[in-house]
């Protein structure tokens, strides 16, 4: 089975803060995304990525920075959190090819920024 | 079915019975669809999908049916159980033909209440 698993459930933060947010795949999958969940808006797309140290911008990529160093790895950064960023943010990988589009979500990361 | 708003469109069902959501999608030149459900806290788990060769396709329980016609996806659930209390939503893409797209585009989704 693929996992996809995220540092932390449930973050809080400062206005201000620094804060990463951390995706691990251990199916040796190309491509990693990240997107946030709003209610009443549905998952929107920050970022993703299709190889190591490539990244493309998503939909909302405002406030938001990505790295990719490693395949399996692909971390979220807000430079400098605000309150408009409490959301959940959810991480989520894909083969990409060979009929493999699906992707696979982790558990979510819960950040409130106070 | 699924729309855009502060709300998800809600469908309560009695246990045991057959459930059926609906999804229209927005772009014809689509080619590959899925159905995910989303329980209450948890990340999106797949759950069944479909290329655009196909109209009907069947799992455990979960059957998806492909309109191309009108742009209408469904997924239907045999013999409802509390466990499939969730929200459910679809997504679709290009990904067979010509420069496919590694996105996914996703409904807003529908939420699936199971009376015991």
């Known amino acids: 089975d693929v996992k996809v698993t995220q540092s932390s459930r449930y973050l809080v933060k400062r206005t201000g803060e620094k804060v990463f947010l951390e995706c691990v795949q251990d199916?040796?999958?190309?491509?990693m995304f990240w997107y946030r969940q709003d209610p009443g808006l549905g998952l929107r797309l920050i970022y993703f990525?299709?190889?190591?140290?490539?990244?493309e911008k998503g939909d909302i990529p405002e406030g938001y920075s990505v790295s990719r160093e490693k395949k399996e790895r692909f971390s979220l950064i807000l430079e400098s959190a605000s309150t408009n960023q409490t959301s959940m943010y959810l991480c989520?990988?894909?083969?990409?090819?060979?009929?493999?589009?699906?992707?696979?979500f982790g558990p979510g990361t819960r950040l409130t920024v106070t | 079915g699924e729309s855009v708003g502060l709300h998800l469109p809600t469908l309560s069902v009695q246990e045991g019975d057959n459930s059926i959501i609906n999804c229209a999608y927005s772009n014809s030149a689509s080619d590959y669809f899925i159905w995910y459900k989303q329980e209450s806290g948890k990340g999106p788990q797949f759950i069944i999908d479909?290329?655009?060769?196909?109209d009907k396709r069947q799992g455990q329980r979960v059957t998806v049916l492909l309109n191309k016609t009108v742009k209408h996806l469904s997924l239907q659930i045999a013999a409802t159980q509390p466990g499939d209390s969730a929200v459910y939503f679809c997504a679709e893409t290009i990904a067979y033909s010509g420069a496919g797209s590694y996105q996914l585009t996703f409904g807003k989704g529908t939420k699936l209440s199971v009376i015991p």
């Open positions: 199916m040796d999958h190309e491509n």
């Open positions: 989520a990988s894909s083969l990409g090819h060979d009929g493999k589009y699906e992707q696979y």
């Open positions: 479909i290329r655009s060769n196909m």
């Open positions: 990525s299709y190889d190591v140290k490539m990244k």
